[in-house]
């Protein structure tokens, strides 16, 4: 066979692997040795490099960090409640909020029309560390990480429904259609593993479910771009992925054997037909193999330490929970996925912020602080970036009777709300950008969502401009035609 | 290397075969179309295209009068057009495009604009806006193979390349190949045996023809026809409820059977309702464009979902037809193409005069219908009808004589509030109780009781009570604190909660209706109402006020029970999944006071009833008459009875068989420019009308569909004929003439052979669009049947086989696929059309994707085995099965064809192929063909492949067969697991560890490179 008949997909796939690595994975050695006969002899001997597909021209320049993991809190958490402490709504508590602020803009339909009564922070706000971060009495493990953390009280966007105003943040377009971020950047920079998927979603939700949005799976589609860089749903229940174990009565014994003649088969059927398609797949039937090893590892917290699991909190060990996809969160980054999405529903405090949001405090609290903390333990903050936030903030008006404690919410607000970062080469320790009073509207410093998109694509080395795909005649990127990196957040 | 070859193919595609011929030597003129535009259009015309609101400097560059008359192009005068100067300048303010817009020229580009401003700068109407006219058929040496003309152009076009033909594909692969391509099943070893043993000359032709005539055939082509008509069996979004669109996906089976011509076809899928006295067929057929997604989710504006169909529809006919993106043009003229925005909104007039109302309002789907009622079910829709009307007239008047009766009962009921202090509470007393699980109830001096001992995750209370009171009007429900449990309770979970999931009283043996009156507190969704709705999963809770008393007051809207012996039977149920979610300490009394006395009123009634009658404003008037009329028993009954007449009837009417159609409103609306596409902010009024550049319509064309139609398949009509014909080739050879399949507009990418597409586009057109003749031209010609093998070097020179030096070899679709396991295993049912079937799926894809609202119940027997497209296609969550599958959410007329570890996890594990496998190791050890080891290996290969194993294959199986019998031989339980994959039942007869062994051989060969592959 012809060296130069490999096409570059395989070589990214297959060959970069060490040829003990290639024999490892094979118990009868088999199939691997008909693989390894396949590879360019110069390869052999390169060091092997930590990087399974991508663009060639990517990075566009040095990254800060190599991995996301992406908090996704879906419902909108309320920034005046939780950061973005505003004593002047003590002060109106109740009181119209005056024009001059809400200049009448839209709001949605549920309280367009309705008196806008200023309503303070549901429970007492403190700062924390030597930054003098300001939290809510319900995040106790945030507030000790503070001096860790980005917060941007000055985020706003155009969407006021759930549906577009997550789809807007993780594509750059309200409407589906369009790559998710995770997409786009196991494109351009494909994956430090392969034996995993590169772009991993998780999903949970408050255990009381209050809340009826669907994880919709356009939140995580790779749109236009090829299929495989969709993002792959590792499931709450049973197999994490599906059809990932052998049928009953399957060994992985019997599994390896008839994986090594079917590569052995595949391998002369490519030398007849000098398809490179063939190889790919042999390449492919491989890693389907080793996933079926590698995931279960992943799955398995027997290897975490006590002290470990507790820092994540009384869930961690319950599947679907926040708190287990948090770990999981970090173990999948620590075995090189690229790009890591959960989804927390829950937030969505229309009627029950009385009763719903301290439980929704506790269930995401504890655990998003023990990732911080525990990649910062094991060096691996450095080069991961976290991200959390909603898809909008929430009114800092009441939603619902102010006399009538049980019917007390907030609805949607688009002007400002609060995310936070850390890691990935972002400043800890500082608070960047400004709502007014009220926390009505961002006013210094605004960062809008092609921002925010800009900045994380910049921290893994991908200039947002250049990172395009060219669909239907047009060049499409993340940031559509918008987005600056903010460059006072770097660090 | 690469990059050199990569040019080589894309600059000697357009390549007019001409000029190739008479190998003119002087560097032959510039080409607009295949030099020049591509370059404007991705470079210029963003900023200086069609768009007028958009366009910068008002300059526009995409026609020859724009750029002459502002000087960017000086026709012969390269050194004086702006255009050159501009792109050549070094100033970063002055070059073009501008830095900021990441796009820049190379300097080949920059030549060639030199060049054709020279050579005098002409423009050229894009190539596919051109009517196709046939071509002459290109002359090649004879010693090439021609099965017909499309052979001559490949032929001409690889002698350009210096590249032959590759060899005809032996027979074996050859049959398989199309046979695959047009049924979408393999063949069968007899009907290998059949094609094998005939020699004569037309035994290809003969094979092609039967394949035709299949049923089977529909059944194949019409898979690319759902992804673009974006079919499915649900309507998207939330709730996502089922419809019955696969009578129209059964029409279009017949339709590819019956070999209807393509503009017929057309024809009455875009306006069969309008066609003199249509016919049922005619009808169903217009589902077509009725396939959309619906949204019925509760707050959403009918108008604008209204709105976004017919968008849609524009859209997908955009597609489809013409392979034209419309989409941009609903909010602005196209950047690139001749289309304004005026254009799509006066195409948006065919469709918007549906009768529809954008609503979800016809039990699950949405007018107009098509109903198939049986007279008898018709009937009885109607009286469900009349009983509707029935019980709305009863409400409506009752309505009016209660409100009439309002001043009467305000009078009473302020009365009654003055004097009231609360009603007296009587704490009933306890006779006997049980729990269901043995936990110890025992009776406290308060009356209450205490629950302790036994600790189960769900359990039931049955409790007696004797009540000193004859009759009553209230019951409270304590839920009260107690050291004993955590938090003190008052609930015994591990955190002191509780779930009442219900509670039911009797009253000397007859149910009391109850209604619940109001809690001090509910935990988030654990309302007190949810102890009576009968779902055992929700209920009353309290989270997290622990350790205080809770009290839940219902009202008894029972008449007073007969007399009897006073006894009082309580039923506390406490079934939610949540573990132990069981009260730990409560009481029950009870009032017979006035029900005012103790309902939640609101403050703001009170209120209001407090001020004189004369002196109200009318926001208190409306809050008295409102909570009057909302709680007069009354009329709370017969509003219940006018919900229920209506819930039976929409039950009803949803279970009959009906399907969506199109069908025209009386009365036109008119149509607007919409802003931004927004359903609510119209602009200038338009009539309808076409895409003026592709092709105007006669001027006395009528404004129906119809001529919408008629227009798209007009023999003028540069589009519709290229672009079907190029989707045909695409589902063949894997890609398209025009690879763009989605886009023949300016941004698209130009054709490999635009000589052979315009002579298949009139070929087909003046065959009357005779589809089945066309796939017949394609599948016979000497290009199809070439041997798929990749010569050395070929894969790198030309990995997408463009130049078709060889015949197509790509993955077959992962639908195809499961058909050929079911086929080759002999449990495929082979069964045509009839409503969708729901097959193997791991459990909780569809409860995950809808928070459990919607449970997946797979259907059993035959139903398993269906053909792939008839699969119950649930459009928030694909069947899982599938792989690399069009989203069914939009129009699609392209599929991808990746390659994944999560495919093979498909076909290595997924129960349908592990049965297939069972199911084609069973037929192989009962085969009457085959005795012993090495046939019975051949024999399934064979069913596989379609071929012979080599020796040294057959030697691979047969010692993997050994390691299996060994395995297998020495292990009992994994057999039984094994075999026990799947719900039809393994032949008794049959040794289970050679069945087992076999079946891993068969999952094997299922999974072969060969055999997921058409090559």
Known sequence: MQPNAIPPDFLNHAAQMTRRQLFAGSAMGLGSAALASMMAPDLNGAEPQQRFGGLPALPHHAPKAKHVIYLLMNGAPPHVDMFDYKPELEKWRGQEIPESVHQNQRVSTMTQGAKKLAFPAFTGFKQYGKSGAWACDFLPHTASIVDDLCFIKSMHTNAVNHAPGITFFLTGSEMPGRPSMGAWMTYGLGSETQDLPGFVVMTSRDKEATCGQIFYDFYWSSGFLPSKFQGVKFRGAGDPVLYLSNPDGMSREVRRGLLDDLAEFNAEHFAEFGDPEINTRIAQYEMAYRMQASVPDLTDFSTETKAGLEM???????????????????????????FVQLFHAGWDHHRNLSTQFEIQCRDTDQPAAALVKDLKQRGLLEDTLVVWGGEFGRTPFIQGNINERTQWGRDHHPYAFTTWMAGGGIKPGITYGKSDDFGFNAVENRVDVHNFQATILNQLGIDHERLTFKFQGRQYRLTDVHGKVIKDILA | MTLRFACGVLCGFWLPLLSVMTAAAAEPPVNFGRDIQPILSENCFHCHGPDAKHREADLRLDSFAGATATGAVKPGKSAESELILRILSADPGEVMPPPKSNLKLTDVQKQLLKRWIDEGGQYTKHWSFIAPVRPAVPMVPATARIQNPIDAFIVARLATENLSQAAEADRVKLLRRVTLDLTGLPPTPEELDAFLADTSADSYEKAVDRLLESRRYGERMVWEWLDAARYADTNGYQGDPTRAMWYWRDWAIEAFNKNMPFDQFTIEQLAGDLLPNPTREQLIATGFH????INGEGGRIAEESRVEYVQDRVETTGTVWMGLTLTCCRCHDHKYDPFSQKEYYQLAAYFNSIDESGANDAGGLANPLLSFALPEQQKKLDELRVVETDANKTRDELDKKVRAAQATWEQEFSQLLAKSGGPEWTVLSVVDTKSETGATLKVLEDGSLLASGTNPSQDSFAITFKSSLASFTGIRLEALPDDSLVNKGPGRADNGNFVLSELKLQLNGQPLELAAIRADFEQGSFPLSA????KPETGWAVAS???RPHTGLYEVRSAPAAAGDGKILCRLEFRSPHVSHVLGRFRLSVTNAPTATFRSIPDKVREALAVASDKRDDAQRKEISEYYVNNEPSLVAAKKVAEDARK???????????????????????TFILVKGAYNVPSDKVEHGVLTEILPIPADAPKSRLALAQWLVSPTHPLTARVTVNRFWQQFFGTGLVKSTEDFGIQGDRPSHPELLDWLAVEFRESGWNVKRLVKLIVTSAAYRQSSKIAPGMAERDPENRLLARGPRFRLPSWMIRDQALAVSGLLIDRSGGAPVKGY???GVWEDATFGRIQYAQDHGEALYRRSLYTFWRRIAAPTVFFDIANRQNCSVKNDRTNTPLHALVTLNDVTYIEAARGLAQRTLLSSASKDEPSRISEMFRRCTCRQPTAKEADRLGKRLAVLRTTYGQNTDATQKLLAVGESKPDPQL??????????LANLMLNLDEAITKE
């Open chain 2, 531 to 534: 102890t009576l709705d009968g």
């Open chain 2, 290 to 293: 009725r396939n959309h997604m």
């Open chain 2, 841 to 843: 799926q791991p459990s």
């Open chain 1, 312 to 338: 994540y909190g009384p869930d961690v060990e319950r599947q679907g929970s926040f708190a287990h996809n948090c770990l999981m969160a970090r173990r999948l980054v620590e075995r090189g996925v690229r």
């Open chain 2, 991 to 1000: 040794n289970p560890a050679e069945l087992a062994a076999w079946t891993g």
């Open chain 2, 545 to 547: 006020e622990f350790g």
């Open chain 2, 648 to 670: 039976n009837r929409d039950g009803f009417e949803r279970s009959l068989p009906r399907t969506m159609v199109m069908r025209e409103r009386a009365q036109p609306r008119e």
